[in-house]
């Protein structure tokens, strides 16, 4: 009897811990991280006929980020965000920069920068 009530209990104090451990992951993972990360610097390149974005992004906070997305608005004919292009970044640390560079992009006029996400 009293080895089944310990394991019971220990069941409930492993399902305390996983519950603590899952919302501080959700809480990180959902943070807005738009006031860390910056653009720093961006360019376009061209290899064999399609258009890369390319650049810096800058952490200004203390903590790091594994995994960075960049996103950017393309547009063409004047109008914004009918199409989307996405860079990614990784190893991001406190006070850092990493680059990065979008998929090749076909056709288009121009961009502007969306949204960075730290993961």
Not at 51 to 58: D, F, K, L, N
Not at 106 to 111: A, P, S
């Amino acid at each position: 009897m009293k080895g089944l009530i310990g394991g019971l209990m220990a069941v409930a104090v492993l399902g305390v811990g996983l519950r603590l451990v899952y919302s501080r992951v959700m809480s990180a993972a959902t943070e807005d991280t738009s006031q860390c990360l910056m653009l720093e610097s961006s360019t376009t390149t061209v290899e064999n006929d399609l258009t890369y974005i390319t650049g810096i992004v800058r952490n200004d906070c203390e903590r790091g980020f594994p995994s960075i997305t960049i996103t950017f608005k393309l547009y063409g004919d004047d109008t914004f965000g009918q199409q989307t292009a996405m860079g990614y970044a990784r190893g991001m640390v406190p006070h850092g920069t990493v680059p990065f560079k979008t998929q090749g992009i076909r056709k288009y006029e121009g961009h502007r920068l969306d949204e960075i996400r730290g993961f």
